[in-house]
């Protein structure tokens, strides 16, 4: 594998870096997809046990000390407890957003990197076969030998280019649509609480 690397280019050290960077942008973003969904669930319980116990400053308490993207929409709720139903949906709403966006952290650079190791790999397969028609211009038709270094540079960064491009645009993917459900869930679980505020 390393003398096939080795092989490939010098623009194989910016696909691995791409693939380094796309990989660990997942492995984090699972991290807190998963730590948001378990707090979700906890904080909605919590607070609705708290506002059906008439004890509606504990539950202001409880979301000022967790920080979680429910926990601060949640908190504006209650604080503005006794305001009118589109008041507190379009103060949750203003909030949500903001949190919509954190959730979506680093998803435009891995759509990036999806796009732009395809262009690195086809980048190394001109200059692949830039080498092999100067070793054709100096030597004349040349032989397999001769030929054969542009040609394996071409190919190998081409093949490293879609290599780490395709994993890259399904993990973006996966993680915009697991992000859209989170916001979907943040909304639901927001809107239960502000009925019961409301009420």
Same mark, same amino acid.
């Given at each position: 594998?390393?003398?096939?690397?080795?092989?490939?280019?010098?623009?194989m050290?910016p696909?691995?870096?791409?693939?380094i960077i796309?990989?660990?942008?997942f492995?984090?973003?699972?991290?807190?997809?998963?730590?948001?969904?378990?707090?979700?669930?906890?904080?909605?319980?919590?607070?609705k046990?708290?506002?059906l116990?008439d004890?509606?400053?504990?539950?202001?308490?409880?979301?000022?000390?967790k920080?979680t993207?429910l926990?601060?929409?949640?908190l504006v709720?209650?604080?503005?407890?006794?305001?009118?139903?589109?008041?507190l949906?379009?103060?949750?709403?203003?909030?949500?957003?903001?949190e919509?966006v954190a959730?979506?952290?680093?998803l +435009?650079l891995?759509?990036?990197? #999806?796009? *732009? $190791?395809?262009l690195l =790999? !086809?980048?190394?397969?001109v200059?692949?076969?830039?080498?092999a028609?100067k070793?054709?211009?100096?030597?004349?038709?040349?032989?397999?030998a001769t030929? +054969?270094?542009?040609?394996?540079? #071409?190919l *190998? $960064?081409?093949?490293a =280019? !879609?290599?780490?491009?395709v994993?890259?645009i399904?993990l973006h993917?996966?993680?915009?649509?697991?992000?859209?459900?989170?916001?979907?869930e943040?909304?639901?679980?927001?809107?239960?609480?502000?009925?019961m505020?409301?009420?």
């Amino acid at each position: 594998m390393l003398d096939i690397f080795m092989r490939g280019g010098p623009l194989m050290y910016p696909i691995l870096i791409c693939s380094i960077i796309g990989w660990a942008i997942f492995m984090e973003r699972i991290f807190a997809f998963v730590k948001v969904r378990r707090g979700l669930r906890i904080i909605q319980v919590t607070v609705k046990d708290f506002l059906l116990q008439d004890k509606a400053k504990d539950a202001v308490e409880h979301c000022t000390e967790k920080n979680t993207p429910l926990a601060k929409i949640l908190l504006v709720v209650l604080k503005n407890r006794g305001s009118q139903r589109s008041q507190l949906k379009a103060l949750a709403e203003e909030v949500g957003e903001r949190e919509a966006v954190a959730l979506q952290r680093y998803l +435009g650079l891995l759509g990036t990197i #999806a796009n *732009i $190791t395809p262009l690195l =790999g !086809l980048l190394g397969t001109v200059l692949g076969m830039i080498k092999a028609f100067k070793v054709i211009a100096i030597e004349g038709v040349g032989t397999p030998a001769t030929l +054969g270094g542009g040609i394996s540079e #071409a190919l *190998i $960064t081409t093949a490293a =280019g !879609l290599t780490v491009a395709v994993p890259m645009i399904l993990l973006h993917r996966y993680l915009s649509s697991r992000s859209d459900r989170l916001v979907l869930e943040l909304e639901e679980a927001t809107m239960q609480i502000v009925d019961m505020v409301e009420e």
